[in-house]
């Protein structure tokens, strides 16, 4: 197998936690690339138009030639630090996200802490007269209103979950949360003033779906069932199959169902008790495929 080969296999059979950290290390790549290739040929415009095309404007005379970018801003990054800690924040949290919701809300998160994160950066540069000189040429891009998003709903949902962190021990995940949130979206405010503004959306999306996910609700349902669709859309369609089976009766279907409702019990008590990586294969295995349905 090439590896390129490899490495669709990966993407395919991965999780969609390491779904959209390939999807942002592809684009960062194919950018730095691009940055190469216009260096070496003396043309700044080639790799500048590109992103250009795929981050979101400020200015709504520019958004509504290319309303695409309220999405693809929030997997484009230029810098090497920028997309580094952004994909480190998102597997660590996103791995404790998953383990108390699952991976399709991971995703519906994802991209609504980053349409919340373009619509306030927007709305913002739109409302506020001291960007009034500048909303014409002012773009933002990166994953960091996502990602805060994913960072909030997991510490307003477990607030008292404790992780190890080097040198300071045992620490509540809604203290870390808190400081992630300050470093990156408060202090030195005047320093990337929009990237901060769109982190503050992310932060406010991942706070109400935490709150109305307790209350039972599932703000990001239209997400999933918009991706479900899309996703049908380049499945290719499976020749009808004719089998015959015996029709199970109402002892046994229920029977099985009960058989199957007690062991995903038994692997969520397991997770409970000493986490994630404590499943063997089997078991994540299995608790990924409950969660697909």
Do not use: C
Request: charge should be positive; proline fraction near 2%; aromatic fraction near 14%.
């Amino acid at each position: 197998m090439t590896v390129i080969g490899g490495l669709k296999e990966q993407f395919r059979k991965g999780t969609n936690l390491l779904k959209l950290i390939y999807i942002n290390v592809a684009v960062f790549i194919v950018m730095a690339v691009l940055q190469i290739i216009s260096v070496l040929s003396n043309n700044p415009a080639i790799s500048s138009s590109v992103v250009e095309f795929l981050a979101v404007p400020a200015a709504f005379s520019n958004l509504i030639h290319k309303p695409w970018t309220v999405v693809t801003y929030m997997f484009l990054h230029e810098s090497f630090w920028h997309v580094l800690f952004n994909m480190l924040w998102l597997y660590w949290f996103g791995r404790i996200f998953s383990d108390y919701f699952d991976q399709k809300k991971l995703v519906s998160v994802y991209i609504m802490g980053g349409l919340a994160g373009a619509l306030l950066y927007i709305l913002s540069f739109n409302i506020f007269p001291t960007f009034s000189e500048i909303i014409h040429v002012s773009i933002a891009l990166g994953a960091s209103a996502s990602v805060m998003a994913i960072v909030i709903a997991t510490a307003v949902y477990i607030p008292d979950y404790t992780v190890h962190l080097f040198l300071l021990g045992r620490v509540k995940i809604k203290y870390i949360a808190i400081g992630i949130f300050l470093l990156t979206s408060v202090f030195d405010f005047s320093v990337n003033t929009g990237g901060k503004i769109a982190h503050i959306g992310g932060a406010i999306l991942g706070y109400i779906y935490a709150i109305r996910y307790k209350q039972g609700k599932d703000t990001g349902r239209w997400i999933n069932r918009l991706l479900d669709t899309i996703a049908t859309w380049f499945k290719p369609k499976e020749k009808m199959k004719v089998t015959y089976k015996k029709p199970q009766t109402d002892i046994e279907y229920n029977k099985m169902k009960a058989d199957h409702q007690e062991k995903i019990d038994k692997i969520l008590e397991k997770i409970a008790k000493g986490g994630y990586d404590s499943l063997t294969k089997e078991e994540k295995e299995i608790l990924f495929k409950e969660s697909q349905k």
